[in-house]
């Protein structure tokens, strides 16, 4: 593990990926404050140019940074305007936006500023901790088992779909899936589903299907809807300071917040939504009852709960996307579609393969919230201008970067016009509900789910390794539970459909 | 019915279609010596049909009772939002990508990013051309020059 970690360093070090993480986290952070444009939407537009980089491990860092930085980026629009610009920094408007209208927003920025720093720092030691042991164990499995996990993962992110949702993610999953089987497969040289269609066969452009999902009915609802780009003026920011009581009291809330946040980040399909939820609802739970009517009014545990957790979130959510190759949620799912690109395969040989990548970007987390750290407490007052963009410009803008992301992956103007349609489809599908996240990930997963499936009946000669193989056996059982149980469960407590939003 | 059983329906024809085509169709152009394997290119397809229509089922007979949630747009008062502007940025998305190639980079972006801001309402149009007109230019140069993808930058009868 030393020898990984001096490895890391060095490639962390060099002044490309430095670069690379400073200018990561500034175009995270600047794009993550506008409302509406959400990780996925910006990681997704920042792939072309990632990829053309050529180099693995600083295009997973420059990505990396974004993530982070946009989650970051989030809560200070969340803080500020009320408007969050990420679902997973909801929870922090709840009492960071109380705050801030009692003249305390530089206090709130100050504490989401060194909770979030917190919050990705231990995410990055637990990382550290936990991916290569999850990686040596990984080593032991099977294409079967690979195939029954991934299983697992896409019925988990069914399963944490919310109330009346369970139906509609697997669907979406299973239409992301059928979408991976057009064209012209590894396995098989025959073109499936193509319809006879030229530009059908070597498949859906994987960067085009992400902008249509996220970057582009984004933008269409900031059109038709012009409140969600609720714009304020960001008036002076000054009084950065806390208090020492203050630091006192979030101090162990910013503890538990960092393990709590990072264990669900680990689970597949819950992310740093439902991190940032959680994380403030056990504040609240636990507070002492004179604090706990503060809740909602601008308490200091109340903002510093969900930030420590959706940061340790995000750092959670690399755990199985770096050893396993499964992606756990969206964001991770768009990370994993670009490395692929790249010619890396993320998984247990990863750190054997590509030590260098694996280290750099651990590594990079923690040089990444430094940078956070350095960046928000002072230029906060500055960055929050962009916020006053006026949206006649902006959303010309964004529309042209999705455009532009498309086209330049594949230099094929059709790629536009499918864009356009999937899109709109995509749209249609969020009016009514249909969560998207399942549908790329099914994409995502949709090769590696057959080819191992394949494989393995190829091995065993028939279905028979889902009993031979106790452990994959065991998998497929907890993915049908997965499935099952929150469908159970719904029918007896329909109270709690609020809290669980996809967008991460 | 609600929105959401219809576009249930319409995946229930996809996915109808689907299966037709993995079960009925496809196995015929199949070499004689792939029928010997364990796993045809038909059978990951197979299973994923039959799911999706049982999936598409519950869905359209409501079986699965979630609360109506009214998300951040209803749909039912669409009229209400600004439709016409979603529309007309759907319409010149289509007429950028059409133009892109015949009338070359520079002067599609331009125009795509002008005729954008004027479908949203703006009316400043000395700041728009010269806002436009620059980050095209920007744009143009960091794909072209420092990362390398052709773009073709000038219509072609002026020889771009």
Redesign the interface.
Known sequence: MLEGILIGLQTALSVQNLLMVIGGCLIGTFIGMLPGLGPMSIIAIMIP?AI?MGDAAAALILLAGVYYGAIFGGSTSSILLNAPGVAGTVATSFDGYPMARQGKAGKALTIAAIASFCGGTIGAVLLMVFAPMLSSVALLFHSAEYFALMVVGLSAIAAFA???????A??MT??G??MA?VGE?A??N?P??TMGLMDLQSGFGFITLAMAMFALPE???L????A?SAQGDSGDIKDLRISRAEAKSIAPVIGRQSLQGFFIGVLPGAGATIASFLGYAVERNIAPKAEQDEFGKGSVKGLAAPETANNAACTGSFVPLLTLGIPGSGTTAILLGALIALNVTPGPRLMIDDPQIFWAVIISMYIGNLVLLILNLPLIPYIAKILSV????L???I??FT??GA??GQ?N?TE??L??GF??CAT???????PLAPLLIGFILGGML?NN??RS??L???VSFVWERPMTLGLLIVAALLVILP?YR??RA?LR?KGVADGD | M???R???LI?LG??LA?GY?AWFT?DA?LAPF?QR?????S???KI??I??IL??L??IAG?????A?I???D?RR?GD???G??LG??AL??A???L??PGGFLFS?TG??IV??VI???RRWIT?IV?SAL?TGV?WYL?QEV????LRPLPGFLGG
């Open positions: 140019v053309s919310g109330t009346g949702q369970v139906a509609k697997i669907i299973l239409l899936l059928i089987t497969g396995l098989f025959m499936r589903f933008a269409i609802f059109v038709l809807n012009p969600r006026p949206r006649n410009f959303i010309p803008f529309l042209f455009l532009m086209y330049i230099n103007a536009l016009l864009l356009v899109g709109i249609v599908l969020r009016f009514a509900d249909y057959e499936f394949s009946m190829q065993y000669d028939g469908s719904a029918r329909r459909a | 609600a929105l959401d219809w576009i249930g995946l996809i996915f689907y085509a496809m152009s792939m394997n364990p796993i045809w290119p059978t990951f397809p994923l049909s799911m999706g999936c598409a519950v869905i079986l699965e009772k979630g609360e949630k998300g951040d747009i749909y669409l939002y600004h439709l502007q979603a940025l759907l998305m289509v950028y990508a059409l892109l190639r972006t795509f990013l954008g801001s949203l309402g703006e728009m806002v980050a744009v794909v990362l390398g993808i052709f």
